[in-house]
């Protein structure tokens, strides 16, 4: 089975610093696919990145992007310039490849506060 | 373009009763999926629909179960309902099949058993 595991229940950062949150999967599977997803207090969830396992080069997505170490099957987001607005929680997720039986899986995810 | 949209919001059932929640996806996409949140078990996901065809399946019971209609609309019922099946459950779609597409999440129905 696979999981995902977010081991910071909550972390902050002073607004326009740099704050990086972990994320650890576990997977017997060589093919899947990896996300962070944002949801900001009362609103909607929304996707902020993704990563091929097949591709080695890190995701980015304007300030945000990851660090990808598929060995150590490590998935850490990376947020430069923090702004009030990422003030939410992050989920990390993770999909394999397995056609049908394919399952997105979640981590428990990791409250983030940026401080004015 | 118009988002998720899913009705109601907020519902309130007693155990026993059967609850059905409805999902309008994004105007062009075809795929819904369905999630469960809730403090203890976080986000869980529940199915994924595409051309009117489940296509994956997360590890609910029975008691969970979903449909999509031509339109690409969702519904998702839950039968027998139990304390533990309040929650917050969110319905995302997609453009095409596979949750490896982005998603696209709606508000979400709060769903509360007395």
């Known amino acids: 089975a696979q999981t995902v595991t977010q081991s910071q229940p909550e972390m902050s950062v002073q607004e326009a610093e740099t704050v990086t949150l972990s994320c650890t999967y576990d997977?017997?599977?060589?093919?899947?696919?990896l996300f962070w997803y944002k949801q900001p207090p009362s609103r909607q969830m929304i996707l902020v990145i993704r990563?091929?396992?097949?591709?080695?080069q890190n995701a980015t997505e304007n300030r945000f992007s990851v660090n990808f170490q598929k060995a150590a099957k490590s998935f850490s987001l990376k947020i430069s310039d923090s702004q009030l607005g990422d003030t939410a929680m992050y989920f990390c997720?993770?999909?394999?490849?397995?056609?049908?039986?394919?399952?997105?899986?979640f981590g428990k995810g990791i409250t983030l506060s940026v401080r004015p | 373009k118009a988002g998720v949209t899913q009705t109601p919001r907020y519902l309130i059932k007693t155990r026993g009763q059967q609850v059905t929640l409805s999902c309008s996806p994004i105007?062009?996409?075809?795929?819904v999926s369905w999630y469960q949140q809730t403090p203890g078990q976080g986000l869980q996901f529940l199915f994924e629909?595409?051309?009117?065809?489940?296509?994956n399946k997360g590890n609910f019971p029975g008691r969970f179960s979903g449909r999509q209609f031509s339109n690409s609309r969702s519904e998702m019922n839950v039968s027998t309902l139990e304390l533990g099946d309040s929650a917050l459950y969110l319905c995302?779609?997609?453009?095409?099949?596979?949750?490896?597409?982005?998603?696209?999440f709606g508000d979400g129905t709060r769903l509360s058993i007395l």
């Open positions: 995302a779609s997609s453009l095409g099949s596979g949750l490896n597409q982005p998603q696209h």
């Open positions: 997977t017997s599977e060589s093919n899947y696919y």
């Open positions: 990563q091929e396992a097949y591709k080695q």
């Open positions: 997720a993770f999909m394999t490849s397995s056609g049908a039986n394919s399952k997105l899986t």
């Open positions: 105007s062009g996409h075809r795929s």
């Open positions: 629909y595409f051309s009117e065809t489940q296509r």
